[in-house]
């Protein structure tokens, strides 16, 4: 009750200054005057469990806060596809959309022209350029995130007796494609964290592992990387596919963390049978529920008549205060507009056997 108040309060302070409020005041949206929003939420992909996860998190979050969500995507991870749904929501006049983005430039067109419709364009998971969208909301920086990708490596490469500081350790990344933003800026991130602090590292295939987050394509992809380097030390899977797709076959080859070390991004749910038969040691993630509230919230408050600019504080119902950053913080050569920005989650996760049970999304 008393963060219900304190909410409430904020908001008065809003409403009567009016014109006067600048950027970088502390708003939320009036729980009594909830506007008749729908967001249309679309994922890169349906079925995979991340992106169901997000929509059920966006879904309840949204029954909660009084708007509505439209769940619209495509069992296939295709460009087309998403452009598809974009196009219908400019036909249909829809107020906002939250997109997970296939590609780093092939929505900005469509994108575009969904924001001179009047429609709230949002992005989060993976973003489009920051003239294509409003406001993106994001797992973490490139740095935050390609480190984790290595820490995880070298806390399983430790338990496996290896020296990760000295060893010429091999390694390679399996993720679904080059032209996602945000799973390209991790590994070039982590390749620059690599060079920096384990010099003998020994990178396979600099041209790295695609499977086009296809679960199929992640499996057979997995198994031809054991063939082509049977010694590989480490394989790093930044995407919610070809994790899985990655400890299937480590799994079909007789093979367990023991052995090789296989880690990257992936819901507990996803990954939980693999922790508990040893397959793999250990992996992470966000709060991928917590990013479809999030970002679906957005859409609906900014498609409600307010406005969010850089530096700006929003206290969000339920999940605290969250502050609009420059585009910089993921692409130093961003976007630079006042009304484009990037909201951080607060936090990630890492994942293991002993831990696994207390998440379910």
């Given at each position: 009750?008393?963060?219900?108040?304190?909410?409430l309060?904020?908001?008065?302070?809003?409403?009567?200054?009016?014109?006067?409020?600048?950027p970088?005041?502390?708003q939320?949206?009036?729980?009594?005057?909830k506007?008749?929003?729908?967001?249309?939420?679309?994922?890169?992909?349906?079925?995979n469990?991340?992106?169901?996860?997000?929509?059920l998190g966006?879904?309840?979050?949204a029954?909660?806060?009084?708007?509505k969500?439209k769940?619209?995507?495509?069992?296939e991870?295709?460009?087309v596809?998403?452009?598809?749904?974009?196009?219908?929501?400019?036909?249909?006049?829809?107020?906002?959309i939250?997109?997970?983005?296939?590609?780093?430039?092939?929505l900005?067109?469509?994108?575009?022209?969904?924001?001179?419709?009047?429609?709230?364009?949002?992005?989060?998971?993976?973003?489009?350029?920051?003239?294509?969208?409003?406001?993106?909301?994001?797992?973490?920086?490139?740095?935050?995130?390609?480190?984790?990708?290595?820490?995880?490596?070298v806390?399983s490469?430790?338990?496996?007796?290896?020296?990760?500081?000295?060893?010429?350790?091999?390694?390679a990344?399996?993720?679904?494609?080059?032209?996602?933003?945000d799973?390209n800026?991790?590994?070039?991130?982590?390749?620059?964290?690599?060079?920096?602090?384990?010099?003998?590292?020994?990178?396979?295939?600099p041209?790295n592992?695609?499977?086009?987050?296809?679960?199929?394509?992640a499996?057979?992809?997995?198994?031809?990387?054991?063939q082509?380097?049977?010694?590989?030390?480490?394989?790093?899977?930044?995407?919610?596919?070809?994790?899985?797709?990655?400890?299937?076959?480590l799994?079909?080859?007789g093979?367990?963390?023991t052995?090789?070390?296989?880690?990257?991004?992936a819901?507990?749910?996803?990954?939980?049978?693999?922790?508990?038969?040893?397959?793999?040691?250990?992996?992470?993630?966000?709060?991928?529920?917590?990013?479809?509230?999030?970002?679906?919230?957005?859409?609906?408050?900014?498609?409600?008549?307010?406005?969010?600019?850089?530096?700006?504080?929003?206290?969000?119902?339920?999940?605290?205060?969250?502050?609009?950053?420059?585009?910089?913080?993921?692409?130093?050569?961003?976007?630079t507009?006042?009304?484009s920005?990037?909201?951080?989650?607060?936090?990630?996760?890492?994942?293991?056997?002993?831990?696994?049970?207390?998440?379910?999304?």
């Amino acid at each position: 009750m008393t963060r219900i108040i304190r909410f409430l309060a904020v908001l008065f302070v809003s409403l009567a200054c009016g014109a006067c409020s600048s950027p970088d005041e502390s708003q939320t949206l009036n729980a009594g005057q909830k506007a008749d929003v729908t967001v249309i939420f679309v994922p890169k992909i349906t079925g995979n469990a991340f992106f169901e996860a997000a929509n059920l998190g966006a879904q309840e979050y949204a029954a909660r806060q009084g708007f509505k969500v439209k769940y619209l995507g495509s069992p296939e991870a295709k460009v087309v596809s998403q452009i598809a749904i974009i196009e219908s929501a400019i036909a249909e006049r829809a107020q906002a959309i939250a997109v997970s983005s296939l590609d780093a430039r092939a929505l900005d067109e469509v994108m575009k022209r969904a924001l001179k419709a009047g429609i709230k364009v949002v992005t989060w998971d993976s973003d489009v350029s920051g003239d294509a969208r409003l406001i993106m909301v994001s797992q973490g920086t490139p740095s935050q995130l390609g480190r984790m990708l290595v820490e995880m490596a070298v806390k399983s490469l430790g338990k496996r007796g290896k020296k990760p500081a000295t060893d010429p350790i091999k390694y390679a990344w399996h993720y679904s494609q080059a032209s996602v933003a945000d799973q390209n800026s991790w590994r070039v991130a982590g390749e620059e964290y690599i060079r920096a602090t384990f010099p003998s590292w020994i990178n396979v295939n600099p041209d790295n592992y695609y499977s086009e987050q296809d679960p199929e394509k992640a499996l057979a992809v997995g198994l031809r990387i054991f063939q082509e380097h049977p010694d590989i030390d480490v394989i790093i899977c930044n995407d919610s596919t070809s994790l899985p797709g990655q400890a299937q076959a480590l799994q079909e080859l007789g093979l367990d963390a023991t052995a090789v070390t296989v880690t990257g991004f992936a819901s507990p749910n996803a990954m939980r049978r693999f922790a508990k038969d040893g397959t793999v040691d250990r992996w992470g993630l966000w709060d991928c529920q917590l990013q479809g509230a999030l970002a679906t919230y957005i859409g609906y408050y900014l498609a409600s008549g307010n406005q969010l600019n850089v530096g700006q504080m929003v206290d969000v119902p339920e999940i605290g205060l969250i502050e609009v950053m420059p585009n910089a913080v993921l692409d130093p050569a961003a976007y630079t507009a006042s009304d484009s920005g990037v909201v951080l989650l607060p936090r990630r996760s890492e994942f293991t056997a002993e831990n696994v049970d207390a998440y379910n999304f």
